[in-house]
């Protein structure tokens, strides 16, 4: 069996939720588990987190997963109902909903639901990528508090472009309209993602939605998880599967970019980009085997990297090889290869199996 997989440490989301909640113990937390829980495998995780209070995803054929492997905690549509068409869905399966658009308060108001819908209207307050405007949100409002089809009070969403960046005034300029546009309204408010739960404590409003800091990986630039009080959730792995000496001067990998600068020891590493490990990753990158940091040298394959062991070679044939986890943070590879932490994660593919080992799971899942 090969030997690439990615470990999943639920107790660290656990504790990454316990977290979230030092930073902010009155406000509610909505998980977000969209993109497969960011690559960790989404029924998993909303079981490891079932001390949260609800669960976000992208659209309706995510949250249809979860409620079919047993979850019951409410979950709400980040992109919204993409038609009318999915309004019975979200009665059925009692899922809330984001509304951004007046086509989408249109079909709402044409519904003839039995059972009201949860709704929350978000507004553009600056992202400029879903959200009604912001001359249009008192009005879409009222047309939803006074619709059959929505439960009430109508909530209120918004979301922040540049949360990351505390020194960029777009943030307090978002929150400065929000709370102008939705004052003296009745309703709940949700405003932070992760950047916004660690950077922006005025603002987080009564729900959070944190996501990348649930799996321990840091929002914010320059900073790791573990530099924040987090908890890395996944340890990619692998193995050397070869080794061999080789001379000064002779070129690694497709295109000989690389070329031996010293006589020294080349691992063969089971993992590249065909598993998600990134393509990009520049000669240089660290891998960690027997606690060692070693650098991968030439192209990544589709299937393999190759990493210089040394004259006296760090690891032999079988030895564990970590391509990022506890002790070698993602945010550091994706650094190196010009991406951001969250791609990594999410790029995970389907032939790398992941492992739970302290997850317990019921008969027949």
């Keep these: 069996m090969r030997p690439t997989r990615a470990f999943i440490d639920t107790r660290a989301l656990r504790a990454n939720l316990r977290r979230i909640r030092e930073l902010a113990p009155e406000r509610r937390v909505m998980a977000i588990l969209k993109a497969n829980a960011y690559g960790h495998g989404q029924a998993v995780v909303a079981r490891a987190l079932d001390e949260a209070d609800a669960f976000g995803v992208a659209f309706l054929e995510e949250a249809l997963e979860l409620r079919n492997t047993g979850i019951a905690k409410p979950i709400l549509l980040l992109e919204g109902f993409f038609g009318a068409h999915e309004l019975p869905f979200l009665e059925r399966y009692g899922l809330w909903t984001v509304v951004h658009s007046e086509a989408q308060v249109e079909a709402l108001e044409r519904a003839k639901l039995e059972t009201p819908i949860t709704v929350w209207l978000k507004i553009?307050?600056?992202?400029?990528?879903?959200?009604?405007?912001?001359?249009?949100?008192?009005?879409?409002?009222?047309?939803?508090?006074?619709?059959?089809?929505?439960?009430?009070?109508?909530?209120?969403?918004?979301?922040?472009?540049?949360?990351?960046?505390?020194?960029?005034?777009?943030?307090?300029?978002?929150?400065?309209?929000?709370?102008?546009?939705?004052?003296?309204?009745?309703?709940?408010?949700?405003?932070?993602?992760?950047?916004?739960?660690?950077?922006?404590?005025?603002?987080?409003?009564?729900?959070?939605?944190?996501?990348?800091?649930?799996?321990?990986?840091?929002?914010l630039t320059g900073q790791t998880g573990p530099e924040l009080g987090l908890q890395p959730v996944m340890t990619l792995e692998s193995q050397l599967i070869a080794s061999r000496f080789l001379k000064a001067?002779?070129?690694?990998?497709?295109?000989?970019?690389?070329?031996?600068?010293?006589?020294?020891?080349?691992?063969?590493?089971?993992?590249?980009?065909?598993?998600?490990?990134?393509?990009?990753?520049?000669?240089?990158?660290?891998?960690?085997?027997?606690?060692?940091?070693?650098?991968?040298?030439?192209?990544?394959?589709?299937?393999?990297?190759?990493?210089?062991?040394?004259?006296?070679?760090?690891?032999?044939?079988?030895?564990?090889?970590?391509?990022?986890?506890?002790?070698?943070?993602?945010?550091?590879?994706?650094?190196?290869?010009?991406?951001?932490?969250?791609?990594?994660?999410?790029?995970?593919?389907?032939?790398?199996?992941?492992?739970?080992?302290?997850?317990?799971?019921?008969?027949?899942?």
């Design 124 to 219: 553009d307050t600056g992202m400029h990528r879903l959200g009604c405007a912001p001359e249009e949100a008192q009005a879409l409002y009222r047309r939803l508090s006074a619709c059959g089809s929505v439960a009430q009070p109508v909530n209120w969403m918004t979301h922040f472009a540049s949360a990351d960046e505390m020194r960029d005034p777009q943030t307090a300029e978002q929150l400065r309209l929000y709370r102008e546009l939705t004052a003296g309204f009745p309703g709940e408010h949700s405003l932070c993602n992760s950047a916004g739960v660690l950077a922006w404590p005025e603002a987080h409003g009564d729900w959070l939605r944190p996501g990348v800091m649930l799996y321990g990986i840091s929002p």
């Design 249 to 365: 001067g002779e070129r690694i990998g497709y295109g000989g970019t690389y070329v031996l600068p010293a006589d020294t020891h080349i691992g063969v590493v089971a993992v590249g980009y065909g598993d998600g490990y990134p393509r990009h990753a520049p000669t240089g990158t660290p891998v960690l085997i027997n606690g060692r940091r070693l650098p991968i040298v030439g192209r990544v394959s589709m299937d393999m990297i190759t990493v210089d062991l040394g004259m006296e070679p760090a690891g032999q044939v079988g030895d564990k090889v970590v391509l990022w986890g506890r002790d070698l943070p993602v945010e550091e590879i994706a650094e190196g290869a010009d991406t951001i932490a969250y791609e990594l994660v999410c790029a995970i593919t389907k032939r790398v199996p992941s492992y739970t080992p302290d997850f317990e799971f019921d008969d027949g899942c």
